[in-house]
Structure formats: C-alpha cells, structure tokens
Nanobody, 124 residues
Framework: EVQLQASGGGLVQPGGSLRLSCATS????????IGWFRQAPGKEREGVAS????????YYTRSTQGRFTLSKDNSKRTVYLQMGSLKPEDTAIYYC?????????????????WGQGTLVIVSS
C-alpha cells in the first residue's frame, strides 16, 4: 500500500522557520519525484516545490524560491521541506505527493499518490 504522510506543521510567527517531513512507503522511492503543494483557505491548491529522488534536482516556485529548501533522506524514504522567512500568506494546508519519474514539476494532475496534509499557520 502506497502511503505518504506529511508532518511538522504548526503555528509559527512571521519571519520564523518550520520543517515539514514527508514520510513514504509502498513504492520505489528512488524512481519518484516528490512534490509539495499547499492550499490556503478559500484558494485553489498550488505548487510549492519538488525534488527528484533519483538525482536530487529541485524545483521551486517563484513564491518559495530562496525561502524554502528541499532535502531528502533516501534511507528513510523521507523528503523534508525547510521553510524560512515565513509570511502570513504561507498559511495553508501543505501536502506532499509522488509522481513516477525524474522530472521535477508542479503539475498536480500528474502526481499519482497524495498524502494527507499538515497545517501551517503563520501568525503573530
């Protein structure tokens, strides 16, 4: 059974940092791209960043470039999203998803597997 479990969300002040984790099981980790997406209240889900587990290449959207950093631990089958300089507009439910292949992208309709989200609230 394929499983993706996002965790690490919480309440953080503007300017603060938070690290999200996406723990996976049930598929060949090295053969997939892991993408992070988020959905803010009243808004459509949008892409955040993605990483290729085979070669480590990353992709960041304009809103997260320079503030968020992806990393992975293949032995733990886990991808991490380090978020810094957080803003109130980063408040959302964050989801991780898996797409077979090595192309880092943010086309959410191409991602096969999805995990439950973790809530991030940026507020003073």
């Amino acid at each position: 059974e394929v499983q993706l479990q996002a965790s690490g969300g919480g309440l953080v002040q503007p300017g603060g940092s938070l690290r999200l984790s996406c723990a996976t099981s049930g598929f060949s980790f090295d053969d997939y791209v892991i993408g992070w997406f988020r959905q803010a209240p009243g808004k459509e889900r949008e892409g955040v960043a993605s990483i290729s587990n085979s070669d480590g290449k990353t992709y960041y959207t304009r809103s997260t470039q320079g503030r968020f950093t992806l990393s992975k631990d293949n032995s733990k089958r886990t991808v991490y999203l380090q978020m810094g300089s957080l803003k109130p507009e980063d408040t959302a439910i964050y989801y991780c998803a898996a797409d077979r292949g090595s192309w880092t992208h943010m086309d959410q309709y191409e991602y096969e597997y999805w995990g439950q989200g973790t809530l991030v609230i940026v507020s003073s």
